[in-house]
């Protein structure tokens, strides 16, 4: 089955266990965080790490997939201690997180040095630790496929190619991104099952998601509890019917819960919670909320509940 590398070092594939597809135990501007320490409280953040894997854990999650990736103040370190600490492992990226900005180190750089940063973190370590990579991110929002978000994918996908490692991409239902990305990943050589297109759930177009199933790829139904997005009712709807349709085997369904985020001043959260932006976001909401009301539509049952949270991840980590 094959070993992946999680910030505890490389664990054999079956061992994964119940595995949440996209979470952030920790979310911030990187630039800020470094040029402004003292603005952050690095306790509070480990501590709320700690409350949300461990939440998680009670639910039966053994592995936690964390895209944080450059710009989303990615530390490995850090990662390792919520998983030292909850017992839950945890498995790292390497890649860049922009909807259209490069730094001028990389825009003055050709995509195969790009590739280059990226092999080392897989092959070598991160951030000066032994702890690899197991994946590769990048993303395309609102702005679409620019110039240099097309310049990351390519660099993913070179990175892909030499050292066998999977694909998450970011993207945007709403201004449709998905195709694009799956066609730039399969115009580098990379095969469609090392691909995961993530945030497809923000639609209710199952018909755009299905496209992208029957390009071999997997789709995340990653964003439960971000409301502003899609409500949660939608997102079930959504993921009964591609159950319906016998696609188990393509849907990675997770929160992107971020354990903290700095993008919002603190006292944002109870401001969207109050207005209905966000409902019960957290890294359990798809256990107490999703999976029971799956069951309930006759869309899940306990093989399904296998393939989606065992054998998906598993299958994609080991492509
Ligand atoms: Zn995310």
């Not at 939440?55 to 490995?76: E, L, S, W, Y």
């Amino acid at each position: 089955m094959g070993s992946v590398e999680t910030v505890q070092g490389a664990v054999d594939a079956e061992e994964l266990g119940v595995v949440l597809a996209h979470e952030h135990v920790r979310f911030r501007d990187e630039a800020v965080a470094a040029e402004w320490p003292g603005r952050y409280d690095e306790q509070l953040e480990l501590d709320a790490a700690l409350v949300a894997v461990n939440d998680a854990k009670d639910r039966g999650v053994q592995t936690i997939v964390d895209p944080t990736a450059m710009f989303g103040g990615r530390d490995v370190r850090f990662m390792k201690r919520v998983a030292d600490q909850s017992g839950v492992k945890i498995v790292a990226c390497t890649g860049i997180y922009s909807y259209d900005y490069l730094p001028h180190y990389f825009e003055n750089r050709d995509v195969d040095v790009m590739a280059d940063h990226f092999v080392e973190d897989i092959e070598r370590g991160i951030q000066g630790t032994p702890i690899k990579a197991a994946f590769l991110k990048c993303a395309a929002d609102a702005a679409g496929v620019t110039e240099h978000v097309e310049k990351i994918h390519r660099a993913v996908a070179r990175a892909s190619l030499q050292t066998g490692a999977p694909i998450m991409a970011h993207s945007m239902p709403a201004v449709g991104t998905g195709p694009r990305q799956v066609e730039i990943f399969a115009e580098e050589g990379v095969a469609p099952a090392k691909v995961q297109i993530a945030h497809c759930g923000d639609s209710d177009d199952v018909d755009y998601i299905q496209g992208l199933i029957d390009s071999g790829v997997y789709v995340g139904l990653d964003r439960y509890g971000l409301e502003m997005y899609l409500p949660i009712e939608k997102r079930n709807a959504v993921a009964a019917e591609l159950l319906r349709r016998g696609h188990a085997e393509r849907l990675m369904i997770s929160q992107d819960f971020c354990a903290s985020i700095d993008w919002f001043p603190p006292e944002a959260a109870e401001v969207f919670e109050a207005s209905g932006a966000i409902r019960n976001w957290s890294m359990t909401l798809v256990f107490d909320e999703v999976v029971p009301a799956l069951r309930e539509l006759g869309a899940l049952d306990d093989a399904g509940f296998d393939t989606i949270f065992r054998a998906n991840p598993r299958r994609w980590l080991t492509a």
